[in-house]
C-alpha cells in the first residue's frame, strides 16, 4: 500500500449531469447530441460531448447552439429529476467518508486525509465512485490529489468517466503542460492578457516571478503565482443541509392594508431571495403566514418548480396570500418561508430564463453584494 502522509483530497464530479440523467430515463438518447437549455432566447444549461464536437458550450445562447448544431435534440430540462439524483448521491457519500463539501449539484470534494493507513486512499476513492455509479448508473470522473485545486484540474482533464491520483510532490509536473486557461480563476480576459504576453502555458506562468504578476494583475497576480506552482490551501467546507430560510416582519400597527401587506411581503421575499443565491440554493416549496391581531396565525403553502429567482418566487407568494388573506381582520404580522432546499446555482435557472434575465440578476446580486442587500428593490416592495 502506497503511504500518503500529506493532504488526500478527492474531487468527484458527476459527468455533463444533466445530460446523463436524461439519458438514464431515456437510452434512445445514448451517443445523440444532447443541448439541455430554456427557451428560444435562451442559454444552454448543459450539453453532450456528442454536441460539443459540434462546438456547443454551456451559458451559448439557444440559437447559436441550434445554428451550430441543427440536428441536436434539445431539451428543456427537469430540475426535480436532478435534484433527486442529487440526493442520492449525497446519501451515499454522507455514508461512506468522514468530511465532504458539496460544492454544487453535481460536485464534490471529499477530506480522506489519514486513510491510507486503513484503506488505500487511492483504491477507496474508486470503490466509493463504484458504489455511486450502482446506485444511480451516473458516470463519475475523479481525481485524488494534495489538495482541492489540483484534484478539480486533474478531474477536469480525465473527463469523461475517468479517474486518477496525482502524487504528492509532482503537482507542478502535472500542471506544466497544461494551457493556463485551465486553471480555476482564469477566465476569459485574464487569458487573453496572459496570452498577449506569450504566456501559453502553466509551466511558463509558474516562472514569472511573484512582483511581476502582482504589478501586472494586482491582487490576481498572487493567486496565479500560487495556483500555477499547484498551491492551496483551501479547507473542505463540511456540507450540512439547510432545511429552510424565513423572515417575518412585524407591524407598529395593526392594519387591514392589502396593498401594505403586499409591499412587505415583496421585500422580505426579495431580501431571502438574494439569501438563497448567495448560498447556491434553490427552494421547491414557498409559504407564507399572516398572524391576526387577536394572535391567531394562518398559513399556506405551495410546491414549485425549484428556483431562486424573485420573479416566480414573488408570483407564488402573491397568490399564496390573496388566498390566505380573505377577511376584512386586522394583522399585526406576515412571514415568507422557503423550504425543500437544494444546492444549486444562477446556472440551473437558464432552464427558465432568457439572457438578458440572467443578465439583469447578475447585476443586481452585484450591486446587492457591494452595497446592501435593500439598494435594489421592486418599487412594490417599498412602505405605501
Do not use: W
Not at 455509479?133 to 478539480?152: D, M, V
Not at 491520483?165 to 509532482?170: A, E, K, L, R, T
Amino acid at each position: 500500500m502506497q503511504q500518503r502522509d500529506e493532504r488526500n483530497i478527492l474531487h468527484f464530479d458527476l459527468d455533463t449531469f444533466f445530460v446523463s440523467v436524461e439519458r438514464k430515463y431515456n437510452p434512445k438518447l445514448a451517443g445523440k447530441p444532447v443541448i439541455i437549455g430554456g427557451q428560444e432566447r435562451g442559454v444552454v444549461a448543459s450539453c453532450s460531448y456528442e454536441a460539443r464536437a459540434f462546438g456547443v458550450r454551456s451559458a451559448m445562447p439557444i440559437r447559436q447552439a441550434k445554428y451550430l448544431c441543427p440536428h441536436g435534440i434539445y431539451l428543456s430540462g427537469n430540475y426535480d429529476s436532478y435534484a433527486e439524483e442529487s440526493r442520492v448521491i449525497t446519501q451515499v457519500i454522507q455514508a461512506n467518508v468522514p468530511l465532504y463539501e458539496k460544492a454544487s449539484i453535481d460536485e464534490f470534494y471529499i477530506d480522506l486525509t489519514g486513510m491510507d493507513r486503513f484503506f488505500g486512499s487511492y483504491q477507496y476513492s474508486k470503490e466509493l465512485k463504484s458504489k455511486i455509479t450502482r446506485e444511480t448508473a451516473l458516470p463519475i470522473s475523479l481525481a485524488l490529489a494534495s489538495n482541492k485545486l489540483l484534484s478539480k484540474v486533474a478531474t477536469n482533464e480525465v473527463k469523461p468517466n475517468g479517474q486518477i491520483m496525482i502524487n504528492f510532490g509532482d503537482e507542478r509536473s502535472y500542471l506544466a503542460p497544461l494551457k493556463v486557461e485551465k486553471l480555476p480563476g482564469v477566465g476569459e480576459q485574464t487569458t487573453k492578457v496572459l496570452h498577449k504576453l506569450g504566456v501559453n502555458t502553466i509551466k511558463i506562468l509558474s516562472e514569472i516571478p511573484q512582483e511581476m504578476l502582482t504589478a501586472k494583475f494586482g491582487k490576481v497576480g498572487m493567486t496565479l503565482y500560487e495556483r500555477s506552482r499547484g498551491i492551496d490551501n483551501s479547507l473542505i467546507i463540511p456540507y450540512h443541509e439547510q432545511k429552510s430560510i424565513s423572515t417575518q416582519e412585524s407591524f407598529l400597527n395593526d392594519t387591514t392594508n392589502s396593498e401594505f401587506m403586499l409591499s412587505q411581503l415583496t421585500g422580505m421575499t426579495e431580501k431571502i431571495a438574494y439569501e438563497l443565491r448567495k448560498q447556491e440554493k434553490l427552494t421547491g416549496c414557498i409559504s407564507v403566514r399572516i398572524r391576526y391581531a387577536d394572535m391567531n396565525s394562518e398559513s399556506k403553502q405551495a410546491s414549485v418548480p425549484y428556483t431562486n429567482q424573485d420573479k416566480e418566487l414573488l408570483q407564488t407568494v402573491y397568490r399564496l396570500f390573496k388566498t390566505l388573506y380573505t377577511r376584512r381582520q386586522r394583522v399585526g404580522q406576515v412571514a415568507v418561508k422557503f423550504s425543500d432546499l437544494v444546492q444549486g446555482t444562477l446556472q440551473i435557472d437558464l432552464f427558465a430564463h432568457t439572457k438578458e434575465d440572467i443578465a439583469l440578476y447578475q447585476a443586481i446580486d452585484s450591486i446587492k453584494k457591494q452595497f446592501g442587500a435593500t439598494m435594489v428593490m421592486r418599487a412594490r416592495g417599498f412602505e405605501k
